[in-house]
C-alpha cells in the first residue's frame, strides 16, 4: 500500500510499504477513506518532537470502512464507517474508567521508554513518536487500528460527509476541550491564541458555550478572517499589542479564560524573549518555545484558567512562575480525551449546530501530500487545513 | 519505493543559508576573542578594535541567520559586511607588510565565502516567510447555521464534567451555589 511516510526533518516521502496486518483478536483494519495533516504533525516534519525513525508511517487524524475484523472484536463489523480517534486506549485500566482516555496505561508499547522520559506513561498514539508507542499512522490507504472495540467512532454511512466528520479523530474535541477545560460562564472572555485549526474549533466551542466575549490572536490575515466569520474579536500580534488589546477589551483586568492553541513553535515574534527562544532551541539549549505561554501568564486575569491544548515537546525556558502563583492561576492541559466529547460532537454535528468541513481550505491525493507538508508549513496558499484522500 | 519527496529548491537553499549562519557565528567569536593573533597573521597589527567590531557584526548576523524564519535579509547583511571586509584586507596588500601572502589568502577565502552569500541570497530572494500570492478570504466560513450571536450558548446544556468545573471559590458570585457555601 502507499503511505507517507517520515525520513528526517522536512523529508516525508510517499512510500510503497506492506499492508497491515491483524496481529490481535481486538484489532480492526480501516480502510482510509480520508485522513488530514494535524499542526502537530509539523512539530514531527521540523524536527522537534524526539523518538521518531525513518520510515515511521505519519498520521493520526482518518476515517474509513472497516475492511478486517480480529476474532474478538465484537463491537465493528466488515464495512462499518468509522471516525478513529488519534488516542489508543484499552477502556479497562483504571485511568480509562475515570474518562482520562488520553492517559490510558495499557496501549503504549513503548511504555518503559515513556516512562524514563515523562515519568509514567501516556496512551498510544497513531503516527507519532515512539515515546507514545510508533503505532504506524492513518496518512496511508490502509491502517491496523488495535484496541478496535473501544475507541473507533460508529457514524452512518448516509448523510454526513468525510469532511463533516473526520475531525472528531481530533482538532474538533481538541478545540471543544480546550473550552470545557475553560469551564465557561456567560461573563467570561475566553482569549485564544493561534488561529489554525485547533483554535477555529476552540473558537466556535466557546462561542457554543456560551462565552461573553471570544478573542482570537493571530498574524495571518486569512486565519484571522475565519475566526471572525466563527464569532471572534481579532489581535494581529504583528500590527498591535496583545497585552494592550486584551485589557482594553476586558476593562483593564484581562480575560478570565485563556488557551493557548500554538504550541512550542510560537512564531518569533520582535519580542526579546521569543528571540532568545528561537536562539536557545538553536541551540539545544531547550526544546520548546514558550512566548504564547509567558503573555498568556502575564495578562490572564487573577484566578483565571488557563486551558493548554497545545503541543510541548520537553523542556522551556523562563516560564513566570511568579505571575502564575501570585495569581492563584489555573492551568489545565493534557491530550485530548477523544472519547469523552465524541458521542455529544456527533450529536452537534447531527442536529447541525456546527459543520467542521468549514476548516478544511485544502484537499489533495495521498501521493501530492509531501508537498502539502510545505505548503501547510510556511502557511502558502492561504493553507489551514489538509485533506488527503489514499 | 519513493513516489514523492518534500524537499525541495528551499530546503536547499535554507540548509546553506544556516551553514552561513554557523560561519558567521564562528567568525565573529573568534574576531571578537582572539583580534591580536588574527592581525598578527595577516600583517595588520594595530586593527584590533576594527576586528572587535568585525566579529560583533558577524556574530550578530550569524544570530539572526539562525533564528530568523526568513534568513534572507540577513543573508544580504553578511554580504554588504563581506564587501567591507574585502576592502579592509585589500589595504594589507600593501609591498611593506611581510605577510601579504596571507592577506593574499585571506582575501580569496572571503571572495569565496562572499560567492556563497551571493548563491544564498539570490536562492532566497523573494522568499517571505508566506510566499507569493493573494490572502484568502475565509469570512464565509462560519461552520454554523447561524450568526454566532444567535449561536452563543447553544451547547451550554451539554454537562461539562466534574472533574473540569471550576472549584466554587474562583467562579463569578453571581453562579456560584451559595446554598453550598453557607453549609461549609
Request: glycine fraction near 12%; hydrophobic fraction near 40%; aromatic fraction near 6%.
Amino acid at each position: 500500500m502507499r503511505a507517507l511516510c517520515w525520513h528526517g526533518k522536512g523529508d516525508i516521502r510517499c512510500d510503497r510499504v506492506p499492508d497491515p496486518q491483524i496481529e490481535d483478536p481486538r484489532d480492526a483494519i480501516v480502510k482510509v477513506t480520508s485522513t488530514a495533516i494535524c499542526g502537530s504533525d509539523l512539530h514531527l516534519y521540523n524536527g522537534f518532537i524526539p523518538g521518531m525513525q525513518s520510515g515511521d508511517i505519519m498520521g493520526h487524524e482518518f476515517m474509513g470502512e472497516v475492511v478486517e475484523v480480529g476474532t474478538g472484536n465484537k463491537k465493528l463489523r466488515l464495512g462499518d464507517r468509522v471516525v478513529v480517534p488519534f488516542t489508543i486506549i484499552c477502556g479497562e485500566c483504571e485511568q480509562c474508567r475515570r474518562g482520562n482516555f488520553s492517559v490510558c496505561e495499557r496501549t503504549n508499547r513503548n511504555r518503559d521508554l515513556a516512562d524514563k522520559v515523562f515519568g509514567h506513561t501516556t496512551a498510544g498514539l497513531f503516527g507519532y513518536t515512539h515515546l507514545t508507542g510508533g503505532y504506524p499512522g492513518g496518512q496511508a490507504e490502509y491502517v491496523r487500528v488495535p484496541y478496535a472495540d473501544v475507541a473507533p467512532v460508529k457514524v452512518s454511512k448516509n448523510g454526513l460527509s468525510d469532511e463533516q466528520v473526520l475531525f472528531l479523530s481530533d482538532i474538533f474535541p481538541t478545540g471543544w476541550q480546550a473550552a470545557v477545560q475553560c469551564d465557561v460562564e456567560p461573563s467570561d472572555t475566553v482569549a485564544i491564541w493561534g488561529a489554525g485549526p485547533v483554535g477555529q474549533f476552540a473558537i466556535r466551542s466557546a462561542v457554543l458555550l456560551g462565552a461573553k466575549q471570544v478573542i482570537a490572536i493571530d498574524r495571518l490575515p486569512e486565519r484571522l478572517t475565519m475566526a471572525r466569520a466563527g464569532g471572534a474579536i481579532t489581535i494581529n500580534f504583528e500590527e498591535e499589542s496583545v497585552i494592550e488589546r486584551l485589557n482594553d477589551l476586558t476593562g483593564g483586568k484581562g480575560p478570565e479564560k485563556c488557551i493557548d492553541a500554538v504550541g512550542l513553535e510560537a512564531h518569533a515574534t520582535a519580542t526579546i524573549d521569543s528571540m532568545y527562544d528561537r536562539a536557545k532551541q538553536m541551540l539545544m539549549l531547550e526544546t520548546d518555545r514558550p512566548h504564547v505561554l509567558r503573555e498568556i501568564f502575564y495578562v490572564c486575569r487573577p484566578a483565571g484558567t488557563v486551558s493548554m491544548p497545545a503541543v510541548y515537546g520537553g523542556l522551556s525556558d523562563k516560564i513566570p512562575l511568579g505571575a502564575f502563583m501570585n495569581k492563584g492561576l489555573t492551568l489545565r492541559t493534557g491530550q485530548t480525551h477523544v472519547n469523552r466529547w465524541t458521542d455529544d460532537l456527533l450529536r452537534l454535528i447531527e442536529e447541525g449546530q456546527i459543520d467542521p468541513s468549514f476548516v478544511v481550505t485544502h484537499q489533495v491525493k495521498l501521493e501530492d501530500g509531501p508537498a502539502m507538508y510545505k505548503t501547510f508549513r510556511d502557511k502558502e496558499d492561504g493553507c489551514v487545513k489538509v485533506v488527503l484522500k489514499p | 519505493m519513493t513516489n514523492q519527496k518534500s524537499s525541495g529548491v528551499n530546503g536547499s537553499a535554507l540548509a546553506l543559508a544556516r551553514g552561513l549562519g554557523w560561519f558567521s557565528i564562528g567568525l565573529g567569536l573568534a574576531e571578537m576573542l582572539v583580534p591580536r593573533v588574527l592581525t598578527e597573521q595577516l600583517g595588520m597589527q594595530g586593527k584590533e578594535g576594527l576586528l572587535r567590531f568585525y566579529g560583533v557584526r558577524e556574530f550578530a548576523a550569524g544570530l539572526g541567520i539562525l533564528i530568523s524564519d526568513n534568513p534572507g535579509p540577513w543573508i544580504w547583511g553578511r554580504l554588504a559586511g563581506d564587501a567591507v571586509d574585502l576592502a579592509t584586507l585589500v589595504t594589507g596588500l600593501g609591498e611593506h607588510n611581510p605577510r601579504k601572502g596571507n592577506v593574499a589568502m585571506a582575501l580569496a577565502a572571503v571572495a569565496g565565502v562572499t560567492a556563497l552569500d551571493g548563491v544564498s541570497a539570490q536562492a532566497l530572494s523573494g522568499r517571505g516567510p508566506r510566499g507569493p500570492g493573494p490572502v484568502r478570504d475565509y469570512s464565509d466560513r462560519r461552520g454554523m447555521p447561524k450568526p454566532p450571536e444567535a449561536m452563543r450558548g447553544v451547547a451550554r446544556n451539554l454537562q461539562i464534567p466534574k472533574d473540569m468545573r471550576t472549584p466554587d471559590a474562583l467562579r463569578p458570585l453571581d453562579s456560584r451555589n451559595l446554598a453550598e457555601e453557607r453549609t461549609i
